[in-house]
């Protein structure tokens, strides 16, 4: 590159899909699924402005079914849903989570499988800190990637539930999908 050329800015391919559990906001760069956001609202057009604004890139939103980047995400979270996934295999873009967050998000996503549930101290002390749980919920808060990156799977160390940024109701049913808990009545 010579010195009158700008770095290229990363391409974003965001879309909104049904699933299960709501409409999903899913973003992906060439690096990989870098988002999922619980309740989208499709109708919204701003909807990937944030997210555009904190990568510095360029979006563009598909014509439905037109998906180069985000095809395979939204293939695998279909199966997914539908019961016949259970581990995705996508490449991700972790670049809206850095530091402790980041090494408790890989930890989650690479030991805890599909129906099975983590305790936040004991993913604490997964990652050789064994006093932050609190920390580990924060993590889970902050996590860009829901589903993919199963946070659901946290759960309190006494056997509740815990909190879920996609709401309580949400958590449930992920994990009632997994037969981790009985199938909700309602």
């Given at each position: ?48 402005g944030?997210l ?41 873009d ?65 056997g ?17 999908l997994e ?8």
């Amino acid at each position: 590159m010579d010195s009158t050329e700008r770095p290229r800015e990363p391409h974003l391919e965001w879309t909104v899909v049904a699933s299960d559990i709501g409409p999903l906001f899913l973003a992906a760069t060439e690096e990989g699924l870098v988002r999922v956001e619980f309740h989208a609202d499709a109708d919204r057009p701003d909807l990937a402005g944030p997210l555009v604004s904190r990568l510095g890139a360029d979006a563009w939103r598909p014509d439905p079914g037109g998906e180069v980047l985000l095809a395979e995400p939204i293939r695998q979270l279909a199966a997914y849903f539908a019961g016949s996934l259970r581990r995705f295999e996508l490449p991700l873009d972790w670049r809206l989570s850095a530091g402790f967050n980041r090494l408790v998000l890989r930890e989650l996503a690479d030991s805890v499988p599909y129906g099975t549930v983590v305790g936040y101290g004991e993913l604490a002390a997964r990652v050789g800190q064994p006093g932050a749980a609190q920390a580990v919920g924060a993590a889970m808060g902050s996590n860009p990637l829901p589903v993919v990156v199963p946070c659901h799977r946290v759960v309190e160390n006494d056997g509740g539930i815990g909190g879920f940024g996609g709401g309580v109701e949400t958590k449930r049913a992920l994990l009632a999908l997994e037969g981790v808990l009985p199938q909700p009545l309602f």
